[in-house]
């Protein structure tokens, strides 16, 4: 029968460390603190590009509203002379 160290393998990620060493667990500890901030580092990527982008566009139309006001006041100014 296999001894219970050929059937669980104690390497960590396809390294040679082993999780019960200092070095290991350190190491393991690393890890649970880093994979979490993964996603959130993305959300938080993602949703400044976003607003960046919004904000980009909100400025393109505040400056097409500027010239659409100011030519119809310049067709109303027109008409007026027209008249």
Known sequence: MDSTE???DSTMCGCDIDPLSGRGHY???VVMVA???IP???LAVYSSLKLASTLQQF???QVFKAKFHYA???GAGSE???N
Do not use: G
């Open 40 to 42: 959130v580092t993305a």
């Open 27 to 29: 190491f393991q500890l």
């Open 80 to 82: 007026h002379v027209r």
């Open 35 to 37: 994979l979490p901030l």
């Open 59 to 61: 400025h393109e139309l």
């Open 6 to 8: 050929d059937i669980v």
């Open 72 to 74: 119809s006041w310049l």
